[in-house]
């Protein structure tokens, strides 16, 4: 059974940093590309950041120069270095993979559970 277990949120002042971590766990036999989503309450999921096996990033523009998306490849591991949070970044945040599990020929979207990250002003 393949998981995406996201951990490092929490609750921080305006300002403030956290790291955001996804490990991909399971029986995977390859990652494509790997993404972080967040979700305010009564909002739509929106996309935050991407990064392609090769390491290619983009951003939302609303936080872009703040956030920093990267991955450690031999871990199937994410991350989401947050700076300079704002109270408008405050929401659910959700990893996502694009991978192909080993027993399967194709390459399906999985998702995490969510990580709260909520930030005070």
């Known amino acids: 059974q393949v998981q995406l277990v996201e951990s490092g949120g929490g609750l921080v002042q305006a300002g403030g940093s956290l790291r955001l971590s996804c490990v991909v766990s399971?029986?995977?036999?390859?990652?494509?590309?790997m993404a972080w989503y967040r979700q305010a309450p009564g909002k739509q999921r929106d996309l935050v950041a991407t990064i392609t096996k090769a390491g290619s990033t983009n951003y939302l523009d609303s936080v872009k120069g703040r956030f920093t998306i990267s991955r450690d490849n031999a871990k199937n591991t994410v991350y989401l270095q947050m700076n300079s949070l704002k109270p408008e970044d405050t929401a659910v945040y959700y990893c996502?993979?694009?991978?192909?599990?080993?027993?399967?020929?194709?390459?399906?979207?999985?998702w995490g559970q969510g990580t709260q990250v909520t930030v005070s002003s």
């Open positions: 399971g029986n995977i036999f390859g990652i494509n590309a």
């Open positions: 996502n993979a694009d991978l192909r599990q080993q027993d399967r020929t194709w390459y399906e979207s999985i």
